[in-house]
């Protein structure tokens, strides 16, 4: 069983085309995360959600929107979509926020390529 | 200039030798280390976690932590070619929503 699973696996699409990345974890888990890693492998906190409510939200464009629908769904919306948002995104998931020891689950990650 | 930094490789060792893997980090409000290990086209995996300087071992995984120089490291011994990977160090502060900030990522290869 997926305990984090995210859909598509691939993502090639056109410049200033809008797409929507989802994931799904069955680990029954409170809080869920959208990770960007770039080409240089280097892995940046986009999102977090907890309990359907937004915790974090770093510099990111305004063009991306997550949209968590249940405690176990989280999913990204890009608009506009630019050459650099090429990367894979990853989506995570830990059981809350204030255990020092929350680990965070990570799925395989959808790799987008814009063209 | 980052936060954390790991050198990125590669590191190419023979298998059975120790790979030692180093992050430097900037902030001393960062009270907890982790190091994950990530396989080509796959999410990140937890490996080692650790909240204080010294030492903490985990089978053939030793993670190391200096506060004073802000200075973690993981040292895998024995070495076997399934350890080859890209492994990330990351930290976080007490009471920050969890939030994990990642060194670049070290590509190890170990050779047969």
């Known amino acids: 069983d997926t305990a984090v699973s995210q859909t598509p696996k691939y993502l090639v699409t056109q410049m200033g085309n809008d797409k929507s990345i989802k994931c799904e974890q069955n680990?029954?888990?409170?809080?869920m995360y959208w990770y960007k890693q770039d080409s240089k492998k280097f892995l940046k906190i986009m999102f977090s959600?907890?309990?359907?409510?937004?915790?974090i939200n770093e510099t990111v464009p305004n063009r991306f929107s997550p949209k968590s629908p249940d405690k176990a769904h989280l999913n990204l919306h890009i608009n506009s979509l630019e050459l650099g948002d090429s990367a894979v995104y990853f989506c995570?998931?830990?059981?809350?926020?204030?255990?020092?020891?929350?680990?965070?689950?990570f799925g395989p990650g959808t790799r987008l390529t814009v063209l | 200039q980052k936060e954390v930094e790991q050198d990125p490789g590669p590191l190419s060792v023979p298998e059975g030798a120790i790979v030692s893997l180093n992050c430097t980090y900037s902030?001393?409000?960062?009270?907890?280390f982790m190091w994950y290990r990530q396989y080509s086209r796959k999410g990140p995996e937890l490996l080692m976690y650790?909240?204080?300087?010294g030492n903490k071992e985990d089978g053939r995984f030793t993670a190391q932590v200096d506060k004073s120089s802000k200075y973690i490291s993981l040292f895998i011994r024995d070495s076997q070619p399934s350890d080859s990977a890209t492994y990330l160090c990351?930290?976080?502060?007490?009471?920050?929503?969890?939030?994990?900030?990642f060194g670049g990522g070290t590509r190890v290869l170990v050779k047969p």
């Open positions: 995570a998931s830990s059981s809350g926020l204030a255990g020092v020891t929350d680990t965070q689950y």
């Open positions: 680990l029954g888990h409170d809080t």
């Open positions: 959600y907890n309990n359907k409510e937004l915790i």
């Open positions: 902030n001393s409000a960062f009270q907890y």
């Open positions: 650790t909240y204080s300087s």
């Open positions: 990351a930290v976080k502060r007490q009471a920050a929503g969890n939030k994990l900030t």
